[in-house]
C-alpha cells in the first residue's frame, strides 16, 4: 500500500485560508515533515520477557505519542471498513431526526445516553465555549463549505462499542491490551469510547486543548495522571484532517492553551505536529498533552475508533466531572460495572479470530468474572457510556 499523498488537500486547504494561505501551506509540510522525523513511530514490539519494548516506551514518555503502524491486521481491517460502512447507513437523516435514511430507527434512537453529536461543517463547535469545562479557550478559524454541502456534518459517536461490532473487537485487542498495562498498570480502568469523523469537506475542527480534568493540582500529578486515548485510524490521518500535539506538553502540567496562540500570533503552535498515519495504524496518545485538530478542507476522509484507559488510582475514590458521563463518584463497584464493557470485547473478539491468544485482564481473573457474547450481552452494552470515567 502506497503512503497517502495530501499535497492536494494541502493545497486545496490552504487556499481557503485568504491572505494566511502561504503560513498554513509552510506550516503543514513542516509539521508533516517534523512528524515523520521524531523516532516515535512503528509496530508494537515487546522485548523477550514480555515487556513493551524499552525504547517505545521511553518514546512514548518523551513524547506523548506513539504511532503503532499496522497494529490492525489487514483481516481486521476488512471488518472495520465493512462494519463502518453498515453503521453509518443507521446514521439519522439530519440533526434531531429519529430515523435513518432507510427509514428504520436511527441508531442512537431513545438512548439515555448522548449518541451522535452534529457539528456545523468545516465549523469550530467547541473553541471558546463553556463545553467539557471550558477546556478549549481558542477558537479556530471556521472555513467555507462547498454550495452543494450539507451545512451540518457527524461529528462524534459517543458509547462507540454498543453500535459497533468491530470497534468492540478492536477494543479486546490483545496488543493493545499490553500496552494499556504497561502504561497504566494490571489493573488498568476502561474511560470513554467514541468516533470521531472528520468527512472531506465537512469535518468540523477540535480546538486546541488538553483532556483531563481532576488532576491538575494534585501534589502526585505524573505525566500519565490523566490516562491516554488510543486513537485507530480507519482512513489514515494527515495534516488536514488529523489530531495536531504538542510533543512533551503531557509533562508540563496545565497549560493555557490561549497564551500558547498568543505567543504563536495565529492558531498555528509552531511546536505541534501532526498525528501522521496510515490506515490501521493505531496511535496512542497522552490525553495530557495539548492537541487539537483542524476543519478537513481536504479530500481525505479521517474516522477515528477513539478509546481510552486509566491508572485505577487516577479514578478509584475520584468524584467525575459530568464531561462524559452524569456526576459521580467511582466506586469499585462503578468501575467493576463499566470494565464489563472489556469482558464483552475480549469475548465477543474470541468468537471473530478463534486462533488469537485473548487478553487477559487481571481483576477479571482475579474476581473468576466471566463473559458470553450474545444477543443479552449486546442488550447490556445499551448506554453503557452512562458510567465512563470522566476525569
Ligand atoms: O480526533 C480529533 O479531532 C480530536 C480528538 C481529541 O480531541 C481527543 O481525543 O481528545
Not at 141 to 158: G, W, Y
Request: aromatic letters at 10%.
Amino acid at each position: 500500500m502506497s503512503p497517502i499523498d495530501c499535497t492536494k488537500s494541502i493545497e486545496a486547504c490552504a487556499s481557503q485560508y485568504g491572505d494566511e494561505a502561504e503560513a498554513v501551506r509552510r506550516y503543514m509540510y513542516a509539521g508533516l515533515e517534523h512528524a515523520k522525523a521524531l523516532p516515535n513511530r512503528g509496530p508494537i514490539r515487546f522485548a523477550p520477557e514480555g515487556k513493551l519494548a524499552p525504547e517505545i516506551r521511553s518514546a512514548y514518555s518523551e513524547y506523548g505519542f506513539y504511532v503503532f503502524e499496522g497494529a490492525i491486521s489487514e483481516r481486521e481491517m476488512a471488518d472495520v471498513l465493512e462494519d463502518i460502512e453498515e453503521l453509518r447507513s443507521r446514521f439519522p437523516t439530519h440533526p434531531g431526526s429519529a430515523v435513518d435514511a432507510q427509514g428504520r430507527p436511527a441508531l442512537d434512537a431513545d438512548l439515555k445516553g448522548p449518541g451522535l453529536l452534529w457539528a456545523k461543517a468545516l465549523g469550530d463547535p467547541l473553541g471558546g465555549t463553556e463545553a467539557a469545562g471550558g477546556r478549549h479557550k481558542v477558537r479556530v478559524r471556521e472555513l467555507e463549505v462547498a454550495k452543494d454541502e450539507p451545512p451540518e456534518a457527524p461529528f462524534i459517536l459517543f458509547g462507540s462499542l454498543q453500535f459497533s461490532d468491530a470497534a468492540l473487537r478492536l477494543y479486546g485487542h490483545p496488543e493493545l491490551l499490553r500496552v494499556a498495562a504497561e502504561i497504566n498498570g494490571q489493573d488498568f480502568a476502561p474511560f470513554t469510547d467514541v468516533l470521531f469523523i472528520k468527512d472531506p469537506g465537512r469535518g468540523a475542527a477540535v480546538a486546541w486543548h488538553q483532556d483531563g480534568d481532576t488532576h491538575w493540582s494534585s501534589p502526585d500529578l505524573d505525566e500519565d495522571t490523566h490516562g491516554f486515548n488510543f486513537m485507530a485510524q480507519v482512513y489514515g490521518s494527515t495534516p488536514v484532517n488529523g489530531v495536531w500535539v504538542v510533543p512533551g506538553s503531557h509533562r508540563q502540567g496545565q497549560l493555557d492553551v490561549a497564551e500558547l496562540a498568543a505567543a504563536a500570533g495565529s492558531e498555528r503552535i509552531p511546536e505541534a505536529v501532526p498525528l501522521v498515519c496510515e490506515p490501521g495504524d493505531v496511535v496512542i496518545c497522552n490525553r495530557q498533552l495539548v492537541h487539537g485538530s483542524f476543519p478537513n478542507a481536504g479530500f481525505e476522509p479521517r474516522l477515528t475508533i477513539n478509546f481510552g484507559f486509566h491508572r485505577r488510582n487516577s479514578v478509584l475514590g475520584v468524584r467525575g466531572t459530568g464531561v462524559h458521563s452524569p456526576v459521580q463518584v467511582y466506586d469499585d463497584a462503578t468501575i467493576a460495572q463499566r470494565t464489563r464493557a472489556l469482558g464483552l470485547a475480549i469475548e465477543a473478539r474470541r468468537h471473530q479470530y478463534p486462533d488469537e491468544t485473548p487478553y487477559e485482564y487481571q481483576p477479571f481473573r482475579e474476581r473468576k468474572e466471566t463473559f458470553v457474547w450474545n444477543e443479552d450481552a449486546r442488550d447490556e452494552l445499551r448506554d453503557y457510556n452512562l458510567l465512563d470515567l470522566s476525569i
